[in-house]
T-cell receptor
């Protein structure tokens, strides 16, 4: 079975500072990886995904992530944090399940952005 | 753009009651997924349907059942509710295609069992 580990349940950065949220995966097959964001009392919104091809993936709101097979990592970054980035971020891996797929999520990282 | 619709958004039930959660996928999406997110937890996969047939089952209690109808909407039926069933229940849908397709999540139904 595939799994995802997110290091750091809480990350705090200053507005304008670099955001780095860590995600490592475990998979016996080439992984399909996702980052979702969840704002308070809202659903999960896709930030970006990696399936195949270019290992540096750009998403919405200025976020990007790089797939590094040698490090089994898919860390999420943003050069300059904004107050509106404060939310819970989930890394997820997709695996084939029956005739569809299913997502296995990490435990999430809560990003706090301070002035 | 149309999104996944879930109803109701909030539901309060007593222990041992039943609840039905509904999910309307994005038009032309043929696959529906249900996830449960407990307080402070990550979402856990419950069950999925592809073309109205159950595709896979996760950690879903026997007290829960679900189905996908001919119009592709799905319902999650929960009986003999327990306090531990209090959670946010997400539905997601994905379009026809490969297994790598993105799952688009609805806003969730917050179930509180008293």
């Amino acid at each position: 079975a595939q799994s995802v580990t997110q290091l750091g349940s809480h990350v705090s950065v200053s507005e304008g500072a670099l955001v780095l949220l860590r995600c490592n995966y475990s998979s016996s097959v080439p992984p399909y990886l996702f980052w979702y964001v969840q704002y308070p009392n809202q659903g999960l919104q896709l930030l970006l995904k990696y399936t195949t091809g270019a290992t540096l993936v750009k998403g919405i709101n200025g976020f990007e992530a790089e797939f590094k097979k040698s490090e089994t990592s898919f860390h999420l970054t943003k050069p300059s944090a904004h107050m509106s980035d404060a939310a819970e971020y989930f890394c997820a891996v997709s695996e084939i399940a029956g005739t569809a797929s299913k997502l296995t999520f990490g435990t999430g990282t809560r990003l706090q952005v301070t002035l | 753009a149309a999104g996944v619709i879930q109803s109701p958004r909030h539901l309060i039930k007593e222990k041992r009651e039943t609840a039905t959660l509904k999910c309307y996928p994005i038009p032309r999406h043929d696959t529906v997924y249900w996830y449960q997110q407990g307080p402070g937890q990550d979402p856990q996969f419950l069950i999925s349907f592809y073309e109205k047939m159950q595709s896979d089952k996760g950690s879903i209690p026997d007290r829960f059942s679900a189905q996908q109808f001919s119009d592709y909407h799905s319902e999650l039926n929960m009986s003999s509710l327990e306090l531990g069933d209090s959670a946010l229940y997400f539905c997601a849908s994905s379009p026809p295609g490969s297994f790598t397709d993105t799952q688009y999540f609805g806003p969730g139904t917050r179930l509180t069992v008293l």
